[in-house]
């Protein structure tokens, strides 16, 4: 096994208008800013756990536009490995069209693009790298067939994390079986599980039922009030506070936490789970400090030494 963590999940570029509010139906509103980024979180996470220095392989698949390859040169820039980064013949990459009031308030629509077209195939020929990474990183931005594919041929090799965004109910309960660790939000936490406003205080019904569904440790995160997480062994929630800092855009918050848990759990095997939390906490506390998805997730260099 080697130090690498291989990440199996989206690319999208990020459209971003901002208006005063958000158009109704049929409108056409006169925005005042548009920014393009690159994002998705399987990039996200990935670009994270390289900016803390992990070798890292990103198995994606890109859209045969102008975006894709620019987005391909931007993971070379990130020293990730490509190899296993395919552009797909007549489609276009993934794209968020997002629209951002002045109030924070946003509406995002999704088109998957060429991530719907990430297929079994080609995680079976990434199988070798996939199975010598310390850690495997999936998500639910892409079809899950590749991702329930990746998980089976990884078991047994190493730690196999899944963040189950966006949420989706009716999820094969083999994917729950074989993460490692199974990561949500706590919007997401209620759409999985059906129980209404998580809180952490009721989170404890939220674990046992993802237990009850099969997953083995749970981690939920609940934005500037940290995380919670139980193993199988120690069923009982344990909640890692944070330091609340004035959020200019969470947007990529979760996704720098699970780049960091990635990165923790690679490099760091000697911390518990629970100081890995900690420090990914603090990872994804700077990306809150900071404007935009990619542009937020911070650089090794710019962080202090006693988190390494
Ligand atoms: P996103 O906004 O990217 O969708 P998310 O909803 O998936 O994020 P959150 O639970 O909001 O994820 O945040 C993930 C982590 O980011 C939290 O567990 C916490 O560590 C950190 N975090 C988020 N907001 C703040 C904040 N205001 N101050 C400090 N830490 C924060």
Redesign the pocket.
């Known amino acids: 096994m080697t130090k690498t963590i291989a990440v199996v999940g989206s690319c999208m570029i990020d459209s971003i208008v901002y208006s005063s509010r958000l158009p109704k139906p049929g409108e056409t509103l006169l925005g005042s800013k548009y920014e393009q980024g690159f994002g998705g979180k399987g990039a996200n996470q990935c670009v994270t756990a390289a900016r803390l220095g992990a070798s890292t392989i990103f198995i994606t698949s890109l859209g045969s536009d102008k975006i894709g390859q620019s987005y391909l040169e931007k993971l070379k820039q990130e020293n990730i490995d490509i190899s296993y980064a395919k552009i797909q013949n007549n489609s276009h990459t993934g794209v968020a069209q997002i629209i951002v009031t002045e109030t924070g308030e946003n509406s995002i629509v999704i088109v998957q693009g060429s991530n719907a077209l990430l297929s079994v195939k080609d995680v079976i020929d990434a199988r070798q790298k996939i199975q010598s990474a310390s850690v495997l990183l999936c998500q639910f931005e892409t079809s899950l067939e590749p991702i329930l594919e990746a998980l089976t041929i990884y078991q047994g090799h190493g730690t196999s994390i899944v963040n189950g ?1 966006p949420a989706v109910s009716n999820v094969d309960p083999n994917i729950f079986k074989l993460s490692d660790i199974f990561c949500v ?3 997401e936490a209620e759409i999985m599980t059906g129980i209404q406003c998580i809180t952490i205080s009721n989170a404890q019904k939220a674990i046992d039922k993802l237990f009850s569904l099969g997953c083995n440790t749970v981690i939920i ?4 009030e ?2 919670v997480h139980a193993t199988q062994n120690n069923k009982k929630l344990v909640h890692t506070s ?6 200019v855009d ?8 699970l780049g960091a848990l990635a990165y923790y759990i690679t490099y760091h095997s000697n911390l518990s789970l629970e100081e890995c939390i900690r420090r ?2 603090r990872i ?2 700077q990306s ?1 400090l900071k404007a935009g998805t990619q542009t937020s997730l911070p650089y090794r260099k710019d962080l202090p030494i006693e988190l390494f």
């Open positions: 965004a939000n706590e919007t995160t609940f934005g500037a940290g995380a944070t330091e609340i800092l004035k959020a969470t947007t990529g918050a979760g996704d720098a936490f990914s906490n994804a506390a809150v």
